[in-house]
């Protein structure tokens, strides 16, 4: 049972262009949403995160929207690049019990 | 300062044969994580430790052991290796999990023949 399910599995885009990736949660308890960046053969690095109190973060290109009520969060890339060329995941994780659990991941590519 | 490290980097297991993997951080973190990573089915948490001495399972635990006897170290054991098993694992640490970045390592690439 995957209890972070994430939208699209792959992306393609066009330089410019605004990908969307989308993700959905079954836990009411979790209460912190970071997005991880990782490029071929590098282990996962944290890009952006948002506690449930707001609706949306921005951090230079990159934009997390959240809605609490349909248990869902997005994020958005402004004016993407070809070195956003990378695969995205989001995560959930509790404030108490040490666990922080990963969506399925979306391969992005943003051709030039 | 190294942050994670794993070791090794790559390895080639025979059915039946046992391994452990093997993760250091050096940021005095108190959280620890193995992870599996395989096509399309994202990061999925085996193990995690939320202190020195202590241990729990994640989403799919079987077929793994861990131990964490010294903070700073992690350690992932198979057993009794299985093709199933072949993926790549990642290591991760962080102060806790909340509002904090989790550091990963560069990954070990696993294959069971």
């Known amino acids: 049972q995957q209890q972070v399910k994430q939208s699209p599995q792959s992306l393609i885009v066009q330089k410019g262009g605004i990908p969307i990736i989308n993700c959905a949660y079954e836990?009411?308890?979790?209460?912190?949403f970071p997005w991880y960046q990782q490029f071929p053969g590098k282990g996962p690095a944290l890009l952006i995160a948002?506690?449930?109190?707001?609706s949306e973060k921005k951090e230079g290109r990159f934009t997390i929207s959240f809605n609490k009520s349909a248990k869902q969060f997005s994020l958005h890339i402004m004016d993407s690049q070809p070195g956003d060329s990378a695969t995205y995941f989001c995560?959930?994780?509790?404030?108490?019990?040490?666990?922080?659990?990963f969506g399925q991941g979306t391969e992005l590519s943003v051709k030039p | 300062n190294a942050g994670v490290t794993q070791t090794p980097k790559f390895r080639v297991l025979k059915t039946g044969q046992s391994m452990t993997l093997l993760c250091a951080q050096d940021?005095?973190?108190?959280?620890m994580y193995w992870y599996r990573q395989d096509p399309g089915m994202g990061l999925r948490l085996i193990h995690y430790s939320v202190g020195e001495g202590t241990t729990a399972k994640g989403e799919v635990p079987d077929g793994y052991n861990v131990s964490r006897l010294k903070k700073q170290n992690f350690l992932l054991g198979l057993e009794s290796a299985a093709p199933s098993q072949t993926s790549v694992y990642f290591c991760?640490?962080?102060?806790?999990?909340?509002?904090?970045?989790?550091?990963f390592g560069q990954g070990t690439r696993l294959t069971v023949v």
């Open positions: 836990n009411t308890a979790f209460d912190y």
């Open positions: 948002i506690r449930p109190d707001v």
């Open positions: 940021m005095n973190h108190e959280y």
């Open positions: 995560a959930a994780s509790l404030s108490q019990g040490g666990k922080l659990i």
């Open positions: 991760a640490s962080s102060y806790w999990v909340l509002d904090t970045e989790a550091f």
